[in-house]
C-alpha cells in the first residue's frame, strides 16, 4: 500500500503547542501563525477510523486552498501560504465554538432527522411531505456545537446560541451572513462544474485584530455534500438515490457493516482494496470539484517532505 500520514511529532522552531484535530494537526508557532497539516486520517459519525487513505490530507488541503481563493473577495480567511500539498499555515484565531451548517436539500442528517419524524431542525421548521434529497424552499442554518475529539457535535438553535453567550448576537449576525454568502459563491461554482452544493459547513475565528475570519476546511467532500446536477429531478421523481460527490458512500458502508459511531459497536475491518476504492473516489471528486487534474505528490516519504517544506517556509516568513 502508498505511503499515508496518520499522525505527526514535528518540532518546528517557535512551536508553542500541537493539536490534534479529527484528520489534521495544527502546530502554534509563537502565538501567531499556526501551521495546520491535512493528514490522510478518516472520520465518520466523528469517529477516526484506524487506516488513513492516500493522498486524501493532499486532496482536502488543495481543495480547501482553491476555495479559500475563490472566495476571499467575498469573505476574509486565515490563509498566509500553502508550503507543503498537506499543508496550510494561517493567522492565528480564536475559533467560534460553533459549526455554521448551511443545507439547501434534505439530505443526510437532516433527511435522517425528517424520517424520524422531527419537523423542525435547530428550531428551524421544515414543511410537510418532503422526500429525502429535495431541494428546501430556501437554504436553512443548522449549526452544531463544535465537539472535541471523540465527541458528537450536537445540532444547536441560533436562539440557544445567543442565550448561552457561546457567541454574542453582534458576532452571529455576521456568521450568519457570511454563511450565506459562502454558500452561494460554492452554489454557483458547483453549477459551473454540473454539480449541485447540496449542504455544507464553515467555520470561522478572529483575529487578533478582532477581524472574523474563514478557517479550516471549505467546500471539501468532507465537509460538504454534492449530487451530479445531470438528471437529478429525474432521479428524484423516480424515488432513486442521488448520484453524489462526498464521503457519505464512507458513511454508508459503515451503517450496511453494522456501524454508526455508537457505543458498543465495532468499526469494520478497512481492507486494502477497500482503502484504495475509497482513495480512488476522494480523486474522483477532486477532479469534478475543481474541474482539473490531481497530480499526486511524491509520498516516498510523506513527513520528511512536509518537515522539509514547513522548514524552509517558516525561515523565509521570518526573513519578511
Same mark, same amino acid.
Given at each position: 500500500?502508498?505511503?499515508?500520514?496518520?499522525?505527526?511529532?514535528? +518540532?518546528?522552531?517557535?512551536?508553542?503547542?500541537?493539536?490534534?484535530?479529527?484528520?489534521?494537526?495544527?502546530? +502554534?508557532?509563537?502565538?501567531?501563525?499556526?501551521?495546520?497539516?491535512?493528514?490522510?486520517?478518516?472520520?465518520?459519525?466523528?469517529?477516526?477510523?484506524?487506516?488513513?487513505?492516500?493522498?486524501?490530507?493532499?486532496?482536502?488541503?488543495?481543495?480547501?486552498?482553491?476555495?479559500?481563493?475563490?472566495?476571499?473577495?467575498?469573505?476574509?480567511?486565515?490563509?498566509?501560504?500553502?508550503?507543503?500539498?498537506?499543508?496550510?499555515?494561517?493567522?492565528?484565531?480564536?475559533?467560534?465554538?460553533?459549526?455554521?451548517?448551511?443545507?439547501?436539500?434534505?439530505?443526510?442528517?437532516?433527511?435522517?432527522?425528517?424520517?424520524?419524524?422531527? /419537523?423542525?431542525?435547530?428550531?428551524?421548521?421544515?414543511?410537510?411531505?418532503?422526500?429525502?434529497?429535495?431541494?428546501?424552499?430556501?437554504?436553512?442554518?443548522?449549526?452544531?456545537?463544535?465537539?472535541?475529539?471523540?465527541?458528537?457535535?450536537? =445540532?444547536?438553535?441560533?436562539?440557544?446560541?445567543?442565550?448561552?453567550?457561546?457567541?454574542?448576537?453582534? =458576532?452571529?449576525?455576521?456568521?450568519?451572513?457570511?454563511? /450565506?454568502?459562502?454558500?452561494?459563491?460554492?452554489?454557483?461554482?458547483?453549477?459551473?462544474?454540473?454539480?449541485?452544493?447540496?449542504?455544507?459547513?464553515?467555520?470561522?475565528?478572529?483575529?487578533?485584530?478582532?477581524?472574523?475570519?474563514?478557517?479550516?476546511?471549505?467546500?471539501?467532500?468532507?465537509?460538504?455534500?454534492?449530487?451530479?446536477?445531470?438528471?437529478?429531478?429525474?432521479?428524484?421523481?423516480?424515488?432513486?438515490?442521488?448520484?453524489?460527490?462526498?464521503?457519505?458512500?464512507? /458513511? /454508508?458502508?459503515?451503517?450496511?457493516?453494522?456501524?454508526?459511531?455508537?457505543?458498543?459497536?465495532?468499526?469494520?475491518?478497512?481492507?486494502?482494496?477497500?482503502?484504495?476504492?475509497?482513495?480512488?473516489?476522494?480523486?474522483?471528486?477532486?477532479?469534478?470539484?475543481?474541474?482539473?487534474?490531481?497530480?499526486?505528490?511524491?509520498?516516498?516519504?510523506? +513527513?520528511?517532505?512536509?518537515?522539509?517544506?514547513?522548514?524552509?517556509?517558516?525561515?523565509?516568513?521570518?526573513?519578511?
Amino acid at each position: 500500500m502508498s505511503n499515508t500520514i496518520t499522525t505527526t511529532d514535528f +518540532n518546528f522552531p517557535g512551536q508553542k503547542s500541537l493539536y490534534h484535530g479529527k484528520v489534521r494537526e495544527v502546530y +502554534n508557532i509563537n502565538d501567531d501563525i499556526l501551521v495546520m497539516i491535512a493528514t490522510d486520517r478518516l472520520s465518520a459519525f466523528d469517529v477516526v477510523l484506524p487506516k488513513g487513505i492516500t493522498y486524501k490530507g493532499q486532496i482536502l488541503n488543495q481543495i480547501a486552498t482553491k476555495f479559500m481563493e475563490l472566495t476571499s473577495d467575498i469573505v476574509p480567511n486565515w490563509l498566509i501560504a500553502t508550503p507543503d500539498p498537506n499543508v496550510a499555515v494561517g493567522h492565528l484565531c480564536e475559533p467560534f465554538k460553533v459549526e455554521m451548517v448551511i443545507r439547501g436539500y434534505l439530505a443526510g442528517h437532516a433527511a435522517r432527522e425528517y424520517a424520524a419524524g422531527k /419537523r423542525e431542525i435547530c428550531s428551524v421548521k421544515l414543511p410537510e411531505g418532503l422526500k429525502e434529497n429535495d431541494k428546501l424552499p430556501e437554504p436553512i442554518i443548522t449549526p452544531t456545537t463544535k465537539a472535541d475529539l471523540g465527541d458528537h457535535d450536537a =445540532d444547536i438553535s441560533r436562539e440557544a446560541i445567543l442565550s448561552q453567550g457561546i457567541v454574542t448576537e453582534e =458576532d452571529y449576525l455576521v456568521l450568519e451572513k457570511y454563511t /450565506r454568502a459562502l454558500y452561494q459563491r460554492g452554489t454557483e461554482i458547483a453549477d459551473s462544474r454540473g454539480l449541485i452544493l447540496v449542504d455544507t459547513k464553515y467555520e470561522f475565528g478572529k483575529t487578533k485584530d478582532g477581524v472574523i475570519v474563514l478557517i479550516d476546511e471549505i467546500h471539501t467532500p468532507d465537509s460538504s455534500r454534492y449530487f451530479y446536477a445531470d438528471g437529478f429531478q429525474a432521479r428524484q421523481d423516480a424515488g432513486q438515490e442521488q448520484k453524489q460527490l462526498s464521503k457519505e458512500f464512507v /458513511r /454508508r458502508w459503515l451503517m450496511e457493516n453494522g456501524f454508526q459511531g455508537k457505543d458498543g459497536q465495532s468499526i469494520p475491518e478497512m481492507s486494502a482494496e477497500y482503502i484504495q476504492t475509497v482513495s480512488d473516489r476522494y480523486i474522483e471528486l477532486y477532479e469534478n470539484i475543481l474541474g482539473e487534474k490531481f497530480v499526486k505528490a511524491d509520498i516516498s516519504d510523506i +513527513n520528511a517532505r512536509i518537515e522539509k517544506n514547513v522548514l524552509q517556509f517558516l525561515t523565509s516568513y521570518e526573513k519578511i
